[in-house]
Structures are given as C-alpha cells and as structure tokens.
C-alpha cells in the first residue's frame, strides 16, 4: 500500500521496479511471543495475496526478537513466500508508515502477576482475584496493559494515523474500548475464543459445514445466539445431548483427564448451569469469565463446575498451563536452534484459524469476509450504547470494518451479566482514567468473595506495594 | 375541572348552581392508611385554591375506610374547609371521573412480611432480604405491590385516561418504572426523603431560607449535588462539621438514644462514609438504602453505621417502628373516636410538607410550582436513559410535570451505585412481567450475603410457599 523502501538487513534482494509496490506493511508489536508470532508468520506465508508485504517484528526483547526474526525468514524461504521481514527493538521506527500494527504485548512477563495471585489467595481469593480487576491481565486494575496500549495507539496517532491497531493482547474488552473513546487509532480486537461452537459441533457428531452460528457478546463474554443445522434449529440436538450424553461425557477420560486445563470446558457442567441460567449457550473463555461466583467459591466447587483441573484459571489448571507453556517454549527453541529442521514440517503452511491475517487481507486488498471481531457497537446488540465495543460478526473489506446487525439478546442474560460485564468494564477504565485507588478498591469489595472493607483495602495495599508495583502505585491515588 | 354531580351520602349539601363546578376530583386509593390520609386531608383542607373539589376515599377496609371518612368530614367542618367526601369500596367507582388518583396501597399488611423476615434471617440474611428483592415493600419480588399498581393504572385508562396517578406506595422507583411502560397512564412518583438535606441544615445551624440544595437520583437512591449557603458552596460546612463535630454528634444523646429508628441516620458514620466513597452526600432513604453491603453484613456492623439501633431496617429498628406504628395508631383511634376532641388542636392547619396536594394545586390550578418528583429522566441526569424515572427537581402546572435538568453525577457514584440500582430495578420489573422465578433467584444471589445456590434456592422456595404467596407463587415459574 506504500511504494516499497529499501530495507537494511533485509533477507530478500531488491525486487524488479514492477513490482516495488508493497502490498501492506504489518508491525507486529510484541513480536517476542513466540507462540502468536508463528502463527501470525504462517499465516502471512500462507496468503498469497499478501505476498510483497513488509512485516515489521518488535519487542524489546531483542534476543527473543532475533530468534523470531530467523524463524520468520526461513518460514518465507521454506513457503517460497514473497514476504520481507524487518526486526527492531524501536517502537517508533516500527509503526511509522504501517498499515497494520499488531499488538500481542504482555507487559511485565508473568512473574509478579503469580505473586500477586499468591498474595490474593492468602487474602481469601482462591485463584487470585481474577479477571475483576484483571490482574491476570497484568497488574492491578490491568494498569500495565491499558497503559501500554494508550500510548501505543497514542504513538500511532502520529507515526501512521491510517492504520489499523488489530488488538489481540488482553484485556481485549477493556483495551479496544479505552483506545476507541481515547484516542483517533483505528482499533479492532481479535480472539479465537468464539471458536469454541466448533467443540459443540464436534462432540454433538454434526459436520462443520452444516452448521450456521451466531455467536456474539462481548469478548470473554459471547454466546451461541443462534445454532442450525441444515438451515434448522440445533439447539434441541444441544438439549438431547444434555438428556442423554452430558453424565457419561462428564465421567469419560476427555473430561476426568484432560491434557489442558481448558480441555472440555466448553461442555462443563459450569457451561451447561449458563446454559440453563441464560438461556443461550456461553462459548469459549466465557464459560470460565462469565460463569456466576458460585462457580469459583474454592477448589471443590471449581472441580464440580470445570472438571478435575477446577478450570483454566484454578490452582491446578493455571500451574498446568504454566508448566505446558514452559515446555512449549523450550520445544520451540530446541526446533528453532537447529537450522537442519524443517520448519514447515512441524507448522504445516496452512491458516491457522486466526483471524489477524484475514483481516489484513480483507482491508488491504478489498477482499470482503465476514469475520468475528471487536468493534464499537453502533447498534449491532440491542441495548448496548453505540460506542461500547461488541464481538459479533463483522463484514472487513477495503473500507474498512462493520459490525452486522445481531438484535436482542434474552433478558436475563443482559440484566444478569451483558450490562454488569459493561459496567465492570467502565469502572475499570473510571479508575485507569481518573487514576483513583477508590475505585480499584469498590470493584474489589463488588468481588462475592470480599468478606471485608479492610481485609479488601489491605490485600490492595500489599499488591500495590509490590516492587513492580511502584508505577501503578503512583498512578492510583487516594481522591475526594 | 368536571360538572360537579350528586353524590350520595356526602356530608356536603348540594352547593348552589353558581358554585356547581368541581375543582378537582381527587380519589385516594388506600385511604386506609390512617396516618397518610391524615395529611392529605389535613393538606387539602389548608389549600384553600382546592376547595371545592370532591375527595373519594377508597379502600377495600370497610372499618378503616369509615373511620377516615369520619374524621376527614370533621376535620373540613373544624376547618370550614369546602370538600366534599365521598368514601367507597370500589375501586372502578372511585376512579371514575378522577382527576388524580392517590395510591398509597400496602398490600396485604405487615404479618406476612415478617413472617418473611424470619424465614430469611435463618437462611443468614440478617433483617430480611431487604429492598434486594424487595421484602419490605411487601412480598417477594414485590409482587403484590406491583401487580396492584398495574391493575390501577390499567383501570384507570378506562375509568379516567386523563387524571394524574399520584404514586406514594413503595417501592415507587419500581412502581412508577412499571406504570410509565406498560400503561397510558400518567404517572407521578412522591416522596418525602429529599427533605432529609433539611436535617444537614439544622445540624451545621444554617437557616433553611439561606440554603440552595439541588437533590436529585431515583428514588431512595438521591444524593446532594449542589448545597449552596447564601450563594456559597456549602459543602465545606460539612467537611467542617465531618472534622470538627462529626465524633461528638454520634457519642451524643441525639444519636446513641433516637426515639425513632431513623433518627440520626441522615448523618449517620454510614453517611459519612458514603460521602467520602461518592463525593455527594446521600440524603433521605438513600442512607439506608444506597449503602454498600458492608455496613450491613450484621447487626454489629449496623451499629457500628447507623447508631446503637442499628438503623431502620435492622431487628432492634424494625421492631422498635412496628411498635411505634402500632402506638401511634391507638393513639390516633382514641383521638378519632371522641367526638368532643379537637383535631386541629392535635394536626393544626398547616401544609404537612407533604408533596401530593400541592403537585394537584399546581396542575389543577395551573400554579407553577417546582417540587422534588419521580418522573422520566427525558435527559434530566446525563447517562441514564429516558424511559427511566428519576427523582429530581420539576416543574409542575397546568400542562403536566417535566422534570429540570440537573446534568453529570460524579462518575464512581453513576458507575457504583445509581447504574446498579438501576439494574436491580431492571431485573426486579423483568422478573415481575416474565413471570420468572429463576430471574428472583438470580437477583437474590446478587445479594453478598448470599453463599451458595442451594441457599438461596431453599429460602425462595420456602417463602413462595406460605399460604399468603400462593398467587406469587402460581406466577413466579421456572421456565428456560
């Protein structure tokens, strides 16, 4: 979309004049997730109609960035894919001119956030105090994380006030609203996590291409609104399975032994409750996010809900994927290390399922797909205001994307955890915006599980006072 | 405002031909209500501008009704008051023609409701489920006072399409939020808990003529958004008295010996606190009713906020006000039934500070008159929607009532307390019109005291089962 610039340190030769138009040039922010990078890299490859685009990879970590860097290189070499990549540890440098920015950072590792957890539990929080003040989106009231992305977007502002910032990083919800009413960037949040109807259409025995699903929310917070089956209702297929196979699915080694901590929650007892509660089907991360507090008391009842694991976000199911992430990693490095190995082999050049590279696709060469995205409402859902950011369905083209019409949504769900989600959502950014402790503090005490003022104002305190807490600390003040 | 007709019965002789048109017709639905009547007979009989209307008493108590009418004949006649009395039994008579409809219906008396209280503290709900699912305002889920207010002003769009109902009957934020969507009729909600700024006045020793205070939220749920001082802010007079004084006032008689349960409350530590959360004083009702669930959590707790009877709607408060009730009801019986006695000695002719009369003087008359009421937002508070009733400041005369502008509340009070508040609202009315037991469930889960599903669900189903729920019960079902 830009006349191509020479690029030092380039893998690839300078192309013919003819073709010295580059099709888009793509940042990725945060390009050191190793995990995301290559599958946002295969995808790239895979596109063909994306080839003669710059890919700008960046991350402060400039050893991790490097590793990414060569793998990206021979993934091209080994597709034969007509990609250039560039690396830089300079933010600036990376945005300036790009069409797309992908932000995939997590600010801070996970160190301190485990400590914090630790530090929460002593306080009566059994697995952390979770996604109410988002600290396992990154430090208390998610500071790190919305700080980050203001200034990224603000950056953006700047150094490419056309391009797009496609949001992967989370708090997905809290972090496209806080960009869309804060600054002029161009914003859109992805996830995966709507795919999770393709595990109820799995385990109901039906064939994807037969399916139609309308699954729409917020993120983390999205439901099966409509399901057919050759063009009719599936739902009842959903109850019979309920009737008829729920108990012995819920007693069988997929469920009793699951090899991730998220392996059958999509069909947990906890996602059947919703069901039954809400009347539409919750899908993906939202069987663990939305589900009501007496889902997550303790332990026990977290097992009774999520299965042996208690969940992605328990004790056991969070150490489990710490340790698989771990292992993963080091498999990764062991690959990449050894330039005899094929990549390709091991990562077969075919889409991902992502949807960051589709979406490039679609707005850079005015392909028109219908994707699931993270857009300002603008009356998609009944009910929400316009500028609230909804996950529905979205039609991405050359001018731009918008979210289609999806209607009303059941009462009880709204009223129940739609608007209380929102509200969440806004006092988070109240707090983030007005940097008041006050408000970090009253959204902890709305958590079911504080049994006090000051046992909720001490736990504050202590993980504010945490080393690496020190610029939030600053940040959230004591006000009027 | 219609040809004065015969009535049957009626103290009043027929007035001459000149004097043959009715100035207002006025039918106050539970005209039972012993001490609500007193002051709205007492007012009507002060406002000479309303003389010559006709005022119909109804009441399904044949014995109180004809006690109210006894007494209201005399009070006219001490006061040479031009009224006359109608007093019947049937609803659609007395609505007939009305030019405004008083309701201040409590359905079904105070036993059951205690009854009720009982059941929940076992469950470890102290002092009843509360305004949550709305115990005190008479049954589960409110059931009864709303199916009766819907009733009347379903009624009321046959017998009198025109006339004003004048809502007084709690829960009025609910109540008159269910009139203004589902009928045609016209719906004003009134309350006396705005004056509660008065009791600030006196206790900072200002003079209520030098005070300018703009009151305003929904009902029970008001704060104090401008207090002025002969043009001045007066909120540092609080902050003063908060510093200087605050400590003493509670260690004071006044506060550690209240001859009523709600004496001290409107500047209670709770107040205070609430003060300090929020950023505006909370006024009236809102002291109870607004306050977070951890000035509740037990009658120590209560104490600790509300004073040594631990406010309103604690064990020790409740019953020291049903006792007080029941006094003051034999009290008033003895005054009512010698006929020697001189009911001007006991309730001189003076305005009560009431609302109801001078809200039908401004519009029958049409004299202008800006009062505290509960009506559409129509964007009086910022961020609440339209449809919505709110409590603020308007102006009522000849063509009806509109209630002013009073713009932005502080952010952490929208976020925290009134968008909540409005939620349970929401949820209150959807439950109520769907029929819908789970959606009670659900709200009473909302509760923080609640801790665990099973609980909850016994103690619902324990009270739908008493003998004076089975008309709730028969309406709350489950469905998906």
Chains 1, 2 share one sequence.
């Not at 960035?65 to 990206?72: D, F, P, S």
């Not at 600036?92 to 920015?101: C, M």
């Not at 700080?147 to 949001?167: G, N, Q, T, V």
């Not at 539409?280 to 097992?303: C, E, N, Q």
């Amino acid at each position: 979309m830009k006349p191509w610039r020479g690029i030092q340190g380039s893998a690839e030769a300078r192309p013919d004049e003819e073709e010295a138009l580059e099709v888009a040039r793509v940042a990725i922010v945060g390009a050191g997730s190793v995990a995301f990078s290559v599958s946002l890299i295969r995808d790239l490859c895979v596109e063909k109609d994306l080839w003669g685009s710059t890919v700008v990879l960046m991350d402060i970590d400039k050893e991790r960035l490097g590793l990414v860097h060569g793998l990206a290189t021979r993934y091209a070499r080994e597709t034969k894919a007509d990609l250039r990549f560039e690396a830089t540890a300079d933010r600036k440098e990376a945005l300036e001119g790009s069409d797309f920015v992908v932000c995939s950072v997590k600010v801070g590792g996970y160190e301190g956030m485990e400590k914090e957890r630790k530090i929460a539990e002593r306080y009566g929080y059994q697995g952390g105090i979770g996604d109410r003040v988002s600290d396992y989106y990154g430090g208390i009231g998610a500071y790190y994380q919305l700080k980050f992305f203001l200034d990224l977007a603000r950056d953006m502002e700047d150094a490419c006030p056309d391009a797009w910032l496609i949001e992967t990083a989370n708090p997905v919800f809290e972090g496209t609203n806080l960009v869309a009413r804060e600054t002029k960037t161009k914003v859109v949040g992805v996830c995966h996590g709507h795919l999770g109807y393709k595990e109820i259409v799995k385990t109901l025995g039906l064939e994807e291409k037969d399916v139609d699903a309308l699954v729409a929310g917020f993120n983390h917070c999205v439901w099966l609104l409509r399901f057919l089956h050759r063009g009719e209702d599936a739902y009842p297929l959903i109850d019979r399975w309920i009737r008829e196979k729920a108990e012995k699915y819920w007693r069988s080694g997929k469920f009793q032994k699951p090899r991730f901590p998220w392996e059958g929650e999509q069909l947990s007892p906890s996602a059947v409750d919703m069901y039954r509660m809400y009347g539409v089907f919750p899908i993906g991360d939202t069987v663990r996010s939305a589900s009501p507090w007496w889902h997550h008391t303790d332990l026990r009842a977290k097992k009774k809900w999520f299965g042996p694991m208690g969940g992605f976000d328990s004790k056991i199911g969070w150490s489990r994927y710490l340790e698989l992430r771990e292992k993963g990693l080091k498999k990764r490095m062991r690959l990449f290390s050894d330039p005899t190995a094929s990549l390709t082999k091991e990562y077969p050049p075919v889409m991902s399922g992502e949807q960051h590279v589709p979406i490039i696709d679609a707005i850079a060469n005015d392909k028109e797909r219908t994707l699931e995205l993270n857009v300002p409402n603008m009356g998609s859902i009944s009910g929400i205001p316009d500028g609230v950011v909804v996950e529905v369905p979205a039609v991405a083209n050359g001018k731009g994307i918008r979210g289609m019409p999806v209607g009303e949504l059941p009462k009880r769900l709204m009223l129940g955890v739609m608007v209380p989600r929102m509200l969440r959502m806004e006092r988070i950014l109240q707090a983030f915006l007005d940097g008041d402790r006050k408000g970090l503090l009253l959204e902890i005490l709305e958590d079911h599980r504080s049994t006090s003022f000051e046992r909720a104002k001490a736990m504050l305190e202590e993980i504010l006072a945490q080393p690496w807490n020190e610029e939030a600390s600053k940040h959230y003040k004591w006000a009027r």
